[in-house]
């Protein structure tokens, strides 16, 4: 399968790329700096461009099956701006399966359930911002046509994969405390195969 991935320079991003080319699939990625890049093979592309940019986003998403966005907020509104480009060079080019990773602030929150997690007494957060960018992409995607799940995690330390995780659609799993990077990668990887979630966030920890 050929799939277009942004974000492969972040940590979420790296470890999906290398489960892409393990598992026998190719991969497109567009990334600012290529020499961050460290793995090498001959079914990855490398294109240097920016996922602000629309004419970039498009060279990324041309000729493949599906797109993995594993973007992140880094202080920037990269995501609420690449996601309407996404949107708009899947519908292009007649794709419809899109698996991104986003956070458990725009989760439901269980002790106020009309709200968002970020929004409520759940969150220990001093600064909305990544949650409202999350929360950005959230609503756009449910504006698309596309088949969307968004993988949420809670605290995100670098770990180990474990493949041994709890999951919810729209709720974080209850005393969910965190989940490691590389068991994230995994699940939004598993969602390459699995109808289970489209049009869901999912909630992932431990």
């Given at each position: 399968m050929k799939i277009a991935l942004l974000g492969a320079t972040g940590r979420v991003g790296n470890e999906i790329l290398?489960?892409?080319?393990?598992?026998?699939?190719?991969?497109?990625?567009?990334?600012?700096?290529?020499?961050?890049?460290q793995i090498s093979s001959p079914s990855l592309t490398v294109l240097k461009g920016d996922a602000t940019k629309y004419n970039d986003i498009e060279q990324v998403i041309v000729g493949s099956d599906l797109v993995i966005s594993a973007l992140n907020t880094d202080g920037t509104n990269t995501l609420s701006v690449a996601t309407p480009y996404i949107i708009s060079a899947m519908n292009k080019f007649g794709l419809n399966r899109l698996i991104t990773i986003g956070t458990a602030g725009i989760l439901q929150s269980r002790l106020e359930p009309e709200e968002y997690r970020f929004q409520s007494s759940e969150s220990r957060r001093k600064t909305t911002r990544a949650a409202e960018q999350h929360l950005?992409?959230?609503?756009?995607?449910?504006?698309?046509?596309?088949?969307?799940?968004?993988?949420?995690?809670?605290?995100?330390?670098?770990?180990?994969?474990?493949?041994?995780?709890?999951?919810?659609?729209?709720?974080?799993?209850?005393?969910?405390?965190?989940?490691?990077?590389?068991?994230?990668?995994?699940?939004?990887?598993?969602?390459?195969?699995?109808?289970?979630?489209?049009?869901?966030?999912?909630?992932?920890?431990?």
């Open positions: 290398s489960l892409l080319l393990n598992a026998g699939h190719s991969a497109t990625i567009l990334v600012r700096t290529p020499e961050k890049i950005t992409v959230y609503h756009q995607l449910q504006g698309s046509k596309l088949n969307w799940t968004i993988v949420c995690p809670t605290y995100l330390p670098d770990g180990e994969l474990t493949k041994n995780y709890r999951y919810e659609a729209d709720f974080l799993p209850e005393d969910g405390k965190e989940i490691s990077v590389q068991d994230t990668a995994h699940f939004a990887f598993q969602q390459i195969k699995s109808e289970e979630f489209m049009k869901k966030r999912v909630g992932i920890c431990y």
